[in-house]
């Protein structure tokens, strides 16, 4: 059973009930993971969603594996060739957030300038969208898995500099997907996220262990068009 925490409220600074933040760092440190429920509004949530699928459908998509410090979105699907694992997801990457032109850039800032504030008090780590002296930065990422298609296999991180990773949930389950979740392991001890994270819910996990994503309504039919399927919103910091 992952440990589940309610959040305060859904604006202002991220505090969790029932927990002062070293000892939540402490506990996902080791136990894995935790999530913390209604982070934020789920309505908003979803008109933010809308709004980035709407940008992406008139934004040139660029080829999957780019790796530029830019505005862009890409759909990812095959064998990683970093990582060595199957996976299928549309990537939308805010690496220049500040300077998008119009669109969801006022409810993304809004989103991840939330986020970013809670990563560092809970690591203790400094990171911000510019890069600092050793040209680390955090990357705003919302991750679209496509209903009939949306997975991603087996994989793992350096702990460090992200030490506590953040998945926000932006979609509704039962309502936007009906089937996957994220998943982990921990000392052999395998245990998934379908039960406590929703639209709105903050799952945190430490960087360094095992997670995937298991198949996103497996069976339907599959249209990268589509905004149907899981939404997430996560923060890299590297």
């Avoid at 934020?40 to 008109?47: I, T, V």
């Avoid at 008139?58 to 790796?67: L, S």
Wanted: net charge negative; proline share 6%.
């Amino acid at each position: 059973m992952i440990p589940t925490f309610d959040a305060k409220g859904v604006s202002g600074d991220i505090e969790v009930a029932g927990i002062d933040l070293p000892k939540l760092f402490d506990l996902v440190m080791s136990q894995g993971a935790a999530v913390v429920r209604r982070v934020f509004e789920p309505g908003s949530l979803a008109d933010l969603r809308r709004a980035v699928h709407a940008w992406g459908l008139n934004t040139e998509p660029m080829p999957a594996q780019t790796y530029v410090d830019e505005n862009f979105h890409a759909i990812e699907s095959g064998i990683s060739p970093r990582q060595k694992t199957v996976h299928c997801y549309h990537a939308y990457n805010f690496n220049q957030l500040r300077s998008l032109d119009g669109g969801p850039r006022d409810g993304l800032i809004a989103l991840f300038e939330r986020l970013s504030v809670f990563q560092n008090r809970l690591t203790g780590q400094d990171g911000a969208f510019e890069p600092d002296q050793a040209g680390r930065k955090q990357r705003p990422q919302i991750i679209h898995y496509p209903s009939g298609g949306g997975i991603f296999g087996r994989h793992t991180h350096p702990l460090e500099p992200q030490r506590i990773g953040l998945i926000l949930g932006l979609s509704k389950r039962g309502q936007d997907f009906h089937s996957g979740a994220t998943a982990f392991e921990v000392d052999g001890r395998r245990f998934g996220t379908e039960d406590c994270h929703d639209i709105g819910d903050l799952v945190l996990f430490r960087f360094d262990i095992p997670h995937w994503v298991t198949a996103v309504d497996q069976g339907d039919k599959f249209d990268p068009s589509s905004d149907r399927g899981r939404w997430t919103a996560v923060l890299p910091f590297y």
